[in-house]
């Protein structure tokens, strides 16, 4: 199985601030990564697919990076609603596999 | 807009079989494939397996032996299956759509049920 590993598992930050978020995988999975949010309560929703590409709907203030082992979620300025827990996906091979997480609190 | 529902028991008993369906709406089941995720409560998502309309599965290797999936195209569900049960299967269960155009990626949700297993 493809380990994903995340890091930090969670920050604090104030509204404003740059978030980033890193997904590390365990062999090379080309961009076949994506992103979620997730609420308390609440299911998932997709933020990044494709390591990079962002979904429908989602603010421009979301970008994602990265191909191989390594990516990044960014959050160029946090937002009250953006607290919340995230997380990697790989699709590169079976079974798929999630990050551990990351919760953004805040400051 | 594709709209899923999760529904089944939420309480079963240890050794026995937890059975969970996904109604979905706004689109047919065909042609797409339909994924089980579980959450247990405080802890990140495992990916359960996955079902393409046909019929054709393919599991995690973790549950094969225990978990079955498969889909109804008249009344426009997916259902799950697990035998055995214990106390470490109790979580969210998520269905979602797997799009394996989008790097593979889930983009629709259900808001998943609470499944406890406990006597």
């Known amino acids: 199985d493809i380990q994903m590993t995340q890091s930090p598992s969670s920050v604090s930050a104030s509204v404003g601030d740059r978030v980033t978020i890193t997904c590390q995988a365990s062999q090379g999975i080309s961009t076949w990564l994506a992103w979620y949010q997730q609420k308390p309560g609440k299911a998932p929703k997709l933020l990044i697919y494709?390591?990079?590409n962002l979904h429908s709907g989602v603010p421009s203030r979301f970008s994602g990076s990265g191909s191989g082992t390594d990516f990044t979620l960014t959050i160029s300025s946090l937002q009250p609603e953006d607290f919340a827990t995230y997380y990697c996906?790989?699709?590169?091979?079976?079974?798929?596999?999630f990050g551990g997480g990351t919760k953004v609190e805040i400051k | 807009q594709v709209q899923l529902q999760e529904s089944g028991p939420g309480l079963v008993k240890p050794s026995e079989t937890l059975s969970l369906t996904c109604s979905v709406s706004g689109g047919s089941i065909s042609n797409y494939y339909w994924s089980w995720i579980r959450q247990p409560p405080g802890k990140g998502l495992e990916w359960l397996g996955y079902?393409?309309?046909?019929?054709?599965?393919k599991y995690n290797p973790s549950l094969e032996s225990r978990v079955s999936m498969s889909g109804d195209t008249s009344k426009n569900q997916i259902s799950l299956k697990m035998t055995s049960v214990t106390a470490a299967d109790a979580a969210v269960y998520f269905c979602a759509r797997w799009l394996p155009d989008a790097a593979g990626s889930f983009v629709f949700w259900g808001q998943g049920i609470l499944v406890i297993v406990s006597s």
């Open positions: 494709d390591a990079s």
């Open positions: 079902i393409f309309h046909s019929g054709s599965t």
């Open positions: 996906q790989q699709s590169n091979s079976f079974p798929l596999t």
